[in-house]
Structure formats: structure tokens, C-alpha cells
């Protein structure tokens, strides 16, 4: 197929628009890092000893791997990340990327900065999300002993109840201000009172539109047929599903787990099993775009052009508001900023929080672009060239002004 019929991957200088040669040269340090597993073992496992030790270390890592990574450690910082995706078309959501609360008092201060991410995100004049994981608001174990089917005590189905309730209270306001929400997906181990929480806000707040979006992680066997089923049960029960479509964060930890356990594998065969399951999903959320809306969150190349062929295939336009196309920040700007160039839209996720805190998101970022085959080679790639070419720009452009 002809990759250049919509959008060019390959457009460096709209990738790298927004960066300065400092910013490039920074990611390529930390890029060729992150190409070496044993040095991103070695660098996390120091890490999380230094800050619990309290070293000095905080310094070095936020003007490297969380200012790459993070927008910044408040809501307030995340201005000048937002700002600068907004000059080039792409919007933000401001993600609260703390999780694994452990008490009542954490979780009451996490939904409270989750509703001033709504607030914030509705004064935005265009693309308005957000987004937060189920375990900021809950307790893991808890969770976990929902999905098992244990019988709760009086005081944990208390807490389950305020579960509840917080819930409901970011769904609503961001139902208020109309602005879209991603609940993202956890282990599949406490998955089912996730499911539970995410489909009863979309029959509330999915009526007229897709407020409230479902996560799909792909790399999971069932999760085409999970889609079908969710479709359906939107239809039967009048609302619209919500599909956030990614491959997914816990692969290794999925299977140790099954292995240990002794249950069914949940994840894919290979890859080019969840890369067939995921193209399949988009065509489908696509092919029922008028009662599903799509955000489809990836960094593979394919998958993302794939969907603008889709899009054109069925006639709609490239700016269609039930269709976004979603990266992490600090990864894919070549995939972010071109599709955003050619006039799709495009969300950037714009994580931020207390340094610490951040820590176990950092970790996955790290992990992921050593285990996803080629990931810290293509980004690395990219910036080498753009470096190349502004320096040979300077080099003939200093040759111009001689003559």
C-alpha cells in the first residue's frame, strides 16, 4: 500500500517542529539508553533504592527521563507541554499518573485532582479529555477480591461504595462540562469491578454520545469478542460504547502470573496476533461509528495508517469528532505531529504528578521502549536524522551567506 497517500511517517521537520536542537540531543541520550535491557534494569532497580534512601537523585531524573515523559509535577506545570502541543493542532490530556493508593485519605486527594483535571480540560477550546486508572481511587486488594468473587466484610463493601461514588463524581462532572473520559484498563486479575464501574458511567453518561470510553487491551485473546459483546450490550441497554483501543501495558506480568497460577494464558500468541486483533477492532469500530466513538491509542505506524484508509475507505472526513488518534508524550512525534499536520485529530497523553509517584509510570515507559521490538531504535533513528539535517541546513545556509 502506498504510505504516503495521507500522511507521511517519515516528515522529520514537522515530527520535530516544536524541538529545539537541545531538546533532540537530550532524547537521543536518553533514547540510546533505553536500546540496552540490562542498563534499564540496572538504572530502574537504582532508582526506586535512591529514593527510598532519599539520595540526592531527584535532580537528574526530572531533567531527564520525567521531563521527557511527564508534562510536569502539578497541573499548573503541565502549561508549557500543552501549549506547545496545542500550537501544532494536537490536544492534551492531563493524566494524574499516581496509582496503588493505599488509603482513603490518598484516594479522596486523587479524585479531587482528577476534577480539576475535568475543570481544566473543559476551559480547552477544542479536544477535551481526560483520563484515570480505577486504581488511584481503589485499593488493589480490594479490587482483586472483587474480581475473585470473595464475599465482602460491612467495611469493605463500605469502601467499594465510596469506590462508587468517586467515581460517578469525576463522570459527572466531566459529563458537566462535556469532556471525554478514558478509563484505562488494570491487570486482568482485578479487571472485573473495573468493567463493572466503566460500563455502568457509560449507561449513564453515554446517551447522546461516547463520553466515557472503555479500554480494549488488544494483546488479550478475548478482547475482539469483548468488543462485539460491549457493542451489543450498549445497544440493548441505549448507549454508546466508548473504545479506547490499545495493545497493552502488562504482558510479562500477565503471563508470570498465569504461569504461577495456573490458568489460560490471557495474552495474545505473538504479536502478529494482537496486531491483527487491533486493526481488526479499529475497521470495526469504524465500520459502527455512528454508536461507537474511537480513540485509538498507538505508536505502531501500520495500525495508525491503517485507520486513515479506513476512514477514507468509508467516506469520512479526517477531522470526524467521533474518531481521535492517540500517543503517549514523548513517544511517536513523528506519528502525532504529521497526523495532526494532514488534519486528523490527535491527543498527546500528558502525565503528571508528585516526582515519586510518577516513578511506576517511568518504569513502564523505560521497560516498554527496551521490550517493544524496535521502539527505542525507530525513535532513536528519527532524532539522528533530524539532527542531520538541521546541521547540514546550517552548514548550506552558512554557505549562502558568504555569497
Not at 502506498?2 to 536518553?30: G, M, N, P
Not at 506545570?77 to 488509603?103: M, N, P, W
Amino acid at each position: 500500500m502506498e504510505l504516503k497517500k495521507f500522511v507521511d511517517f517519515d516528515e522529520l521537520e514537522t515530527a520535530f517542529r516544536s524541538k529545539t536542537d537541545e531538546a533532540l540531543k537530550k532524547r537521543h541520550f536518553i533514547f540510546s539508553t533505553m536500546q540496552w535491557s540490562w542498563l534499564v534494569k540496572i538504572g530502574t532497580t537504582m532508582t526506586k533504592f535512591a529514593l527510598a534512601a532519599r539520595l540526592p537523585v531527584k535532580g537528574l531524573i526530572k531533567s531527564t527521563i520525567f521531563d521527557m515523559f511527564c508534562g510536569g509535577e502539578t497541573l499548573d506545570g503541565c502549561q508549557r507541554s500543552s501549549h506547545e502541543l496545542a500550537a501544532f493542532g494536537i490536544g492534551a490530556i492531563f493524566d494524574y499518573s499516581v496509582e496503588g493508593e493505599k488509603t482513603e485519605e490518598g484516594f479522596d486527594q486523587t479524585t479531587n485532582e482528577l476534577l480539576r483535571t475535568i475543570e481544566r480540560a473543559g476551559e480547552m477550546e477544542y479536544i477535551r479529555f481526560a483520563a484515570f486508572k480505577i486504581t488511584g481511587l481503589a485499593s488493589f486488594d480490594l479490587l482483586a477480591k472483587i474480581h475473585a468473587g470473595e464475599k465482602l466484610t460491612p467495611d469493605e463493601q463500605a469502601a467499594y461504595d465510596r469506590v462508587f461514588e468517586r467515581v460517578d463524581k469525576i463522570c459527572r462532572l466531566a459529563y458537566e462540562k462535556d469532556v471525554s473520559v478514558l478509563i484505562d484498563a488494570e491487570e486482568t486479575w482485578i479487571q472485573k469491578p473495573v468493567d463493572e464501574l466503566t460500563l455502568k458511567m457509560m449507561s449513564i453518561y453515554n446517551r447522546e454520545k461516547a463520553l466515557i470510553y472503555y479500554t480494549f487491551q488488544m494483546y488479550c485473546h478475548s478482547m475482539l469478542d469483548n468488543l462485539k459483546k460491549l457493542h451489543q450490550h450498549g445497544r440493548d441497554n441505549g448507549y454508546r460504547l466508548g473504545a479506547k483501543l490499545v495493545r497493552g501495558a502488562y504482558m510479562e506480568k500477565e503471563r508470570a502470573r498465569a504461569e504461577e497460577m495456573g490458568y489460560e494464558d490471557p495474552i495474545q500468541p505473538n504479536k502478529e496476533a494482537s496486531d491483527r486483533d487491533f486493526d481488526l477492532a479499529v475497521r470495526y469500530c469504524v465500520e459502527h461509528i455512528h454508536e461507537i466513538g474511537l480513540f485509538s491509542g498507538t505508536h505502531n505506524e501500520a495500525s495508525n495508517y491503517k485507520l486513515t484508509l479506513v476512514m477514507d475507505e468509508l467516506g469520512l472526513q479526517k477531522n470526524d469528532h467521533r474518531i481521535f488518534f492517540g500517543q503517549l508524550y514523548g513517544m511517536s512525534d513523528h506519528i502525532s505531529f504529521n497526523l495532526a499536520d494532514a488534519g486528523y485529530n490527535v491527543i498527546k497523553y500528558v502525565p503528571y504528578g508528585p516526582l515519586k509517584a510518577t516513578i511506576p509510570y517511568l518504569i513502564r515507559r523505560a521497560n516498554e521502549n527496551t521490550s517493544v521490538k524496535g521502539q527505542s531504535g525507530r525513535e532513536l533513528s528519527n532524532v539522528k536524522k533530524e539532527l542531520s539535517r538541521r546541521k547540514l541546513f546550517k552548514k548550506q545556509l552558512g554557505h549562502q551567506d558568504k555569497f
